[in-house]
């Protein structure tokens, strides 16, 4: 299993690689370069002038002390919001360095912060060294993976939202949020912060919730924050997605609710693999917006 870049340059497109393992992977875009004028008109939903005006406009990225990409739009003095998002399985900040880039045009006053998964080998491809935020040892039930390594990985998440909160004005102003094993540690890290204000909501795209009996374990009725209840989290899933089921993003949002959760949404998307299409790309801008407005003038 491999999660990287699930770009088929937004053309719903899966490619098979020679792995060790039995599943599919979407081809990787150009590292942070811009696709062809002609594959963004064959993905295009919204047609080709506006997908290439996105992979145009210009942003700032730097680079941060260890490693994320730092991802806002150009001209801005001060961001009012940041987005931790994560890549999955395999992959790096760089395969979803396209996306941000159009992320934080059409959302100017939010950055972006694109974490790196530390080096891993990961059972399930046969000890394979590769970025990985905890192992995974097959394709089961992933709602009951033990998720071995996410705990060292949620310190590194912690670390990361604290600094980003320091930038934006507080952890009520930062989402957690990532594709597959990116989002299922938005997940992971967001329900066990032990601390207030919880973060601004959750984005969960491909994902589920892993070790669900210890997150439950670690929320006892009577020991969940009262916000809890009002976290805002939206699970984008297709359908047809051979890596993630979608009955594991159902059964996430209904672990979710069983938390005491009331503020938890679930885009499902036909015809969509583990992979994104421009349908779930604009519910999520929308989400962002609504989660993350702008400041008033």
Partial sequence: ELE????ALLACLVTPMALPSCCLR????????????????????RGPSLALARARRAVSTLQGPSGELLVHAEGQSRAAGSVVFAHGLGDSPAGWHWQAASWSHELPWLRFALPNAPMQPVTLNGGMLMPA?????????????????????????????????????????????????????????????????LVA???????????????????????RPLALAELPVL??????DPMVSIDS???????????????VVLREYDNMGHEVCEFELDDVVEWLRATLPPPLL
């Fill in 235 to 240: 699970l984008c899933h297709g359908k047809s």
């Fill in 133 to 197: 935020w905890y192992d995974v040892h097959g394709l089961g039930d992933r709602l009951q993976e033990p998720a071995d390594g996410a705990e060292s990985s949620r310190e590194i998440w912690i670390d990361l939202l604290e600094a980003e909160a320091s930038q934006v004005g507080g952890r009520d102003r930062v989402v957690l949020g990532g594709f597959s094993q990116g989002g299922a540690m938005a997940l992971y890290t967001a329900l066990q912060l032990n601390m207030l204000p």
């Fill in 249 to 263: 993003a159902r059964r996430t949002r209904d672990a979710l609710e069983e938390l005491g959760m009331r503020n």
């Fill in 4 to 7: 990287t870049c699930p770009f």
């Fill in 201 to 223: 909501g959750v984005l969960c795209m491909s994902g589920y919730l892993p070790n669900h009996a210890a997150v439950a374990a670690a929320l006892p009725p009577g020991r």
């Fill in 26 to 45: 979407p081809p990787l875009l150009a590292a942070v370069g811009a696709p062809s004028a002609a594959a963004l008109a064959a993905a295009g939903r």
